[in-house]
Every structure is written in structure tokens, then in C-alpha cells.
């Protein structure tokens, strides 16, 4: 496998440094940290790459609020300057590495893919119906906080031999216990660090019809004993090489009985609906004359399933 070395000095370079401003700047003209960043500008970005060079540049304290939807999460915030810069400067260089080595499986915050990337794939599958009529659904429990440091490092190693980058990425990995939900580079630790499990997945187990959305995880068979063996192993595969746990709330099950409840859809061989949750959702906004951004977002979600029926009720003198 190819190891990479003498990137650092991409990251650092003054004008990664702008590219990555210019791209943690985008949609937050508003906040008070760019703001306050814009003031001083070039002056941050010399002082910025002064302790990357140095290697004296350390993360700063976290902020933390929490969100109740879709679920309750606690969420973790940094300073805009220096950190979300940083990690921006880091994602220019390392982001098509790190793409390159995900399978073609795994969906979330690639770009061209998410969610409904994953909504496609899935629909395509379903297609090969004999071969689908089983789905093993399971995630990972608490996988942002469980995530192992040491492991994590190890991995990122086996990837990356220039000692500074390793430095950065170190300091960054232990600012907070596990990873942060919220922080820039948190997605891209959560794919690479399973992204050794899809290979195994997909190269030693053989599975064909198998898709992962952050921990999020759906494999599809026509063998049901098959599909609880493969579990056994999958549980023993993160335990043992990555520290994780399978949450207890796994299923296996025929996809006829009860489709399969996945990225905000429910999907069957015949058809594709809207999460419950999120058409109620959906409603609420309704109900709430929320504005029409959100209104048309919600509207985006139901034009990848079958929502004839549901937008008629919801929407009864909607003409578009």
C-alpha cells in the first residue's frame, strides 16, 4: 500500500492557507468569528501558518450546545480562526487521498454521494430482487465518542509517513475524547477509521450488496443464516481490531415484512417511502408556515421516494 509523505508543506503553504479560508468562510458570512477574522485577515493567515511551521499551533477550547433532531446530539464548536481554518487547509490535501481509499460503498460527506447517493444504490440493489429478500441493518454504539486514539493513529499511519502532518492530525485527535461531532475533520477520522472494515466487507467476506452511511450500516442477502453468521463476525471484526461495539438494536429480517428503514427512507422492492419522522417533520414545518427554504427542502426529500399521496395531503394546493 502507498504510504504519503511530504504533504505538510502543502497544507501550510500560504495559499492552501487562503484556498482553505475562502472555503471555511462560505455560508458564514454572518457569524461573529468571521467577522471578527475578516478585520484582520491577512495578518491571521501569516500568524496562522508562523505556528504551523513552528509547530506551536495547539486547538483551542471547544464550545458545546446540543441538537434534538433528528436526535438529541452534543455538538462541538471551534473558533473560526485559527481551527476551522486549519482543518480546512488539512481536508484541501488529504481529502482525495482519503476518498481514494474509501470503497464504493460508504456515503456520508463524500462529495457526489450522501445521502441520496446512498438512496440510488440502495434502489438499484432492491432491483436484483432474489438476491435481496434478507436485510441485516445495524450501527455502531455511540461511535463519535467511542472511537479509539491510539487505533486511530495506528490506521492513519499505515497511510501517512510524513511526521509533521502526523503531528497535526495528532493534536487535533486528542482535543477531545473520541470525535467531536461538529468538527470539520470528525467525518473524515469516522470514514477513514472504517474504512478497513468495508474493505473487509467487501474483499474478504465477499458481500455484494453492502452500504454504509457514518455508522449506519445495511447488507442485503437471499440467506438469512448467512446474514446472522456475518453479524457474529462483524461484531468480533470491530471488537477486536477497532474497539467498537455493535448496538444491541440490530436486525435481521425479510425486506418484504418490513422494508428497510435507512437515511430518512424506507425502502421495499416496490416502492420507496418517506421516514415516518421525517414527514412529520415535514408537517410540523407545515403547520409552523415555516419559511419556503425549508418548506422546498423537505419537498427535495420527497422527490427520491413515492410521495403522490403524501404532498396531496400535505400540500393539497400546491402547484408545482
Same mark, same amino acid.
Given at each position: 500500500?502507498?504510504?504519503?509523505?511530504?504533504?505538510?508543506?502543502?497544507?501550510?503553504?500560504?495559499?492552501?492557507?487562503?484556498?482553505?479560508?475562502?472555503?471555511?468562510?462560505?455560508?458564514?458570512?454572518?457569524?461573529?468569528?468571521?467577522?471578527?477574522?475578516?478585520?484582520?485577515?491577512?495578518?491571521?493567515?501569516?500568524?496562522?501558518?508562523?505556528?504551523?511551521?513552528?509547530?506551536?499551533?495547539?486547538?483551542?477550547?471547544?464550545?458545546?450546545?446540543?441538537?434534538?433532531?433528528?436526535?438529541?446530539?452534543?455538538?462541538?464548536?471551534?473558533?473560526?480562526?485559527?481551527?476551522?481554518?486549519?482543518?480546512?487547509?488539512?481536508?484541501?490535501?488529504? %481529502?482525495?487521498? *482519503?476518498?481514494?481509499?474509501?470503497?464504493?460503498? /460508504?456515503?456520508?460527506?463524500?462529495?457526489? $454521494? &450522501?445521502?441520496?447517493?446512498?438512496?440510488?444504490?440502495?434502489?438499484?440493489?432492491?432491483?436484483?430482487?432474489?438476491?435481496?429478500?434478507?436485510?441485516?441493518?445495524?450501527?455502531i454504539k455511540k461511535f463519535y465518542p467511542s472511537v479509539n486514539h491510539e487505533i486511530l493513529k495506528q490506521l492513519l499511519r499505515r497511510k501517512f509517513k510524513d511526521q509533521d502532518l502526523l503531528w497535526l492530525l495528532d493534536e487535533i485527535i486528542d482535543s477531545a475524547e473520541g470525535l467531536p461531532i461538529g468538527n470539520y475533520l470528525s467525518q473524515y477520522f469516522a470514514n477513514f477509521y472504517l474504512t478497513y472494515f468495508d474493505h473487509w466487507i467487501k474483499e474478504n467476506k465477499q458481500v455484494k450488496y453492502y452500504f454504509r452511511y457514518a455508522d449506519d450500516i445495511v447488507?442485503?442477502?437471499?440467506?438469512?443464516?448467512?446474514?446472522? %453468521?456475518?453479524? *457474529?463476525?462483524?461484531?468480533?471484526?470491530?471488537? /477486536?481490531?477497532?474497539?467498537?461495539?455493535? $448496538? &444491541?438494536?440490530?436486525?435481521?429480517?425479510?425486506?418484504?415484512?418490513?422494508?428497510?428503514?435507512?437515511?430518512?427512507?424506507?425502502?421495499?422492492?416496490?416502492?420507496?417511502?418517506?421516514?415516518?419522522?421525517?414527514?412529520?417533520?415535514?408537517?410540523?414545518?407545515?403547520?409552523?408556515?415555516?419559511?419556503?427554504?425549508?418548506?422546498?427542502?423537505?419537498?427535495?426529500?420527497?422527490?427520491?421516494?413515492?410521495?403522490?399521496?403524501?404532498?396531496?395531503?400535505?400540500?393539497?394546493?400546491?402547484?408545482?
Amino acid at each position: 500500500m502507498k504510504r504519503f509523505t511530504n504533504l505538510y508543506s502543502q497544507i501550510i503553504s500560504i495559499n492552501n492557507l487562503h484556498l482553505a479560508d475562502a472555503h471555511a468562510q462560505k455560508g458564514k458570512g454572518h457569524q461573529y468569528g468571521v467577522k471578527l477574522h475578516k478585520k484582520n485577515q491577512e495578518q491571521d493567515i501569516l500568524h496562522l501558518r508562523e505556528l504551523l511551521s513552528s509547530k506551536s499551533y495547539k486547538t483551542s477550547e471547544y464550545t458545546t450546545f446540543k441538537v434534538y433532531e433528528p436526535k438529541e446530539r452534543l455538538v462541538f464548536k471551534l473558533p473560526f480562526f485559527p481551527d476551522r481554518i486549519t482543518h480546512h487547509a488539512v481536508m484541501n490535501v488529504l %481529502e482525495p487521498i *482519503f476518498t481514494k481509499l474509501f470503497t464504493a460503498d /460508504t456515503y456520508s460527506c463524500i462529495k457526489g $454521494k &450522501g445521502i441520496h447517493g446512498a438512496v440510488r444504490a440502495v434502489k438499484k440493489a432492491l432491483k436484483d430482487e432474489p438476491n435481496t429478500r434478507y436485510c441485516l441493518k445495524l450501527d455502531i454504539k455511540k461511535f463519535y465518542p467511542s472511537v479509539n486514539h491510539e487505533i486511530l493513529k495506528q490506521l492513519l499511519r499505515r497511510k501517512f509517513k510524513d511526521q509533521d502532518l502526523l503531528w497535526l492530525l495528532d493534536e487535533i485527535i486528542d482535543s477531545a475524547e473520541g470525535l467531536p461531532i461538529g468538527n470539520y475533520l470528525s467525518q473524515y477520522f469516522a470514514n477513514f477509521y472504517l474504512t478497513y472494515f468495508d474493505h473487509w466487507i467487501k474483499e474478504n467476506k465477499q458481500v455484494k450488496y453492502y452500504f454504509r452511511y457514518a455508522d449506519d450500516i445495511v447488507i442485503l442477502s437471499n440467506n438469512k443464516p448467512h446474514l446472522h %453468521e456475518l453479524l *457474529f463476525e462483524i461484531k468480533h471484526y470491530l471488537k /477486536t481490531n477497532l474497539d467498537l461495539d455493535v $448496538k &444491541g438494536n440490530y436486525q435481521v429480517f425479510p425486506v418484504e415484512a418490513r422494508g428497510i428503514d435507512f437515511v430518512g427512507y424506507k425502502f421495499y422492492h416496490t416502492h420507496t417511502l418517506l421516514r415516518k419522522s421525517i414527514k412529520k417533520r415535514f408537517a410540523r414545518a407545515i403547520s409552523k408556515k415555516k419559511n419556503s427554504a425549508t418548506i422546498a427542502a423537505y419537498k427535495g426529500w420527497t422527490s427520491h421516494c413515492n410521495s403522490k399521496h403524501l404532498l396531496k395531503k400535505l400540500l393539497p394546493n400546491d402547484t408545482n
